[in-house]
């Protein structure tokens, strides 16, 4: 059952999601829940403590995205590309403020953003990418640490362009980003279709 903490985190989100992070104040998010400012410090001290428990939010629900993913019965390459169809379609989801402005002005939360996403990128990611290369579906000339680095790491900051947020969806974003790159590092690319079609 939700809490009334979740409650606010799930709103906050929402709220972040659509303007940034900068322009919506503890005022507004008090409105859309309804409830007194007052009773919002209660369960927040501060909006910095707000928007650290919704980012931390965000990556509880994004592992247990993956884990789910990780549990299926499925080759390492079609989880990883499940796993960034997820996380392109959420990333797509967020106005692009959201992330300049956390880097900006909320240095702490920035931090703790970059290192789950570094969790993501150089254990999950690359560990499957590792099983991949043991049994040669990719080149073992490839080094997967520099491929993450170059390909991997920095997509959320390709797709906080506004640019890329409003003019391509889900799937180009996907082909482009991931599987292309993919194809490039497979032993037998043809192996890999070039369009992955995913069920949303």
Excluded at 6 to 27: E, H, N, P, Q
Aim: glycine share 4%.
């Amino acid at each position: 059952m939700q809490n009334e903490r979740d409650r606010i985190i799930i709103k906050t989100l929402a709220l972040f999601k659509k303007y940034g992070v900068k322009s919506v104040s503890m005022d507004d998010i008090a409105h859309e829940l309804s409830i007194s400012k007052k009773t919002l410090y209660v369960h927040f001290g501060s909006k910095e403590l707000l928007i650290e428990q919704t980012v931390n939010y965000i990556f509880s629900e994004h592992f247990k995205k993956i884990g789910r993913i990780l549990e299926k019965i499925i080759s390492p390459l079609e989880k990883i590309i499940l796993i960034y169809h997820y996380g392109i379609n959420r990333l797509l989801s967020y106005d692009p403020a959201f992330y300049s402005e956390l880097k900006k002005y909320h240095v702490a939360t920035h931090i703790c953003y970059e290192n789950n996403k570094k969790t993501i990128v150089f254990d999950i990611i690359q560990g499957l990418l590792e099983e991949a290369q043991k049994v040669n579906e990719i080149r073992k000339d490839v080094n997967l640490e520099l491929f993450c680095q170059l390909h991997l790491y920095k997509i959320d900051k390709i797709l906080a362009n506004p640019d890329f947020n409003n003019h391509y969806g889900t799937q180009q974003m996907l082909n482009h980003l991931i599987i292309f790159n993919l194809r490039g590092i497979l032993v037998k690319p043809e192996q890999m279709p070039i369009y992955f079609p995913i069920e949303e």
